[in-house]
């Protein structure tokens, strides 16, 4: 019992001794405590007064912006959708400069890239297609695959090979990966590298079987195996 009241004496003392060494802390550096507290306040109300009167605002304008430029897109008017109409829309080229750091502006990359594809101005086209970022995975992949379909236009079919592959591992779903290994298996063999387009057909037989392009994979394997020999 004795040494167990003595061991609770002694913690109890810790304790206070811990206790009072805070106090003369917060005493002798009270001014310096309340600056940073002022100082964290003032950052956190900074901060917070950006998002909501600068931020959330832009990102709105952005969204309003690139929903008119949506309904162009939709009607195949790219170069309206592009450029604007000279009226109530300036086009995504313009949502780009002005919001691009936004969320709707990050998105609207993505359109003046597709846009610029299907007007046929490639360099163009790529330049947007690779600044979009996006984790989505089927968004994401779908523009990769868009710079490798860039590359092939332009000539350089090798170059957009590792696109295609890699939109379809990005993907890695029946609708958007078979569709990407397809191309990229094409692609081998108008390169004449017909063994590794043999890989890119049988990784859509045994992988994403119940797929559209796995319905007739095996006349390409075997046309691939053929032309190899």
């Not at 790219?78 to 949502?95: E, M």
């Not at 502006?105 to 086209?125: H, P, Q, S, V």
């Not at 868009?146 to 957009?160: A, S």
């Not at 993907?171 to 397809?182: M, T």
């Amino acid at each position: 019992m004795a040494t167990n009241k003595k061991k609770g004496t002694q913690a109890e003392a810790e304790v206070g001794e811990i206790i009072s060494r805070s106090e003369q802390f917060i005493e002798k550096y009270s001014k310096h405590l309340m600056y940073a507290i002022l100082g964290i306040a003032v950052v956190v109300a900074i901060i917070m007064g950006i998002r909501h009167g600068y931020l959330i605002p832009r990102e709105d304008r952005a969204a309003v912006a690139l929903f008119k430029g949506e309904q162009y897109f939709a009607r195949d008017s790219f170069a309206l959708a592009l450029n604007g109409n000279g009226a109530d829309f300036n086009g995504f080229v313009s949502i780009v400069e002005q919001y691009g750091n936004t969320k709707a502006g990050n998105l609207a990359k993505a359109y003046t890239g597709i846009c610029y594809y299907r007007t046929g101005e490639l360099d163009l086209a790529m330049k947007s297609l690779k600044s979009f970022k996006s984790r989505d995975n089927m968004i994401s992949p779908a523009i990769v695959g868009l710079i490798g379909d860039c590359y092939v236009n332009m000539g350089q079919t090798g170059e957009g090979i590792p696109y295609f592959e890699k939109a379809a591992n990005a993907a890695d779903n029946n609708l958007i990966s078979p569709a990407y290994l397809k191309k990229a298996g094409i692609a081998y063999e108008s390169l004449g590298q017909y063994q590794n387009a043999e890989k890119a057909y049988t990784v859509i037989k045994e992988k994403y079987s119940t797929s559209v392009e796995a319905g007739d994979i095996d006349k390409y394997i075997t046309r691939a195996k053929l032309l190899a020999k």
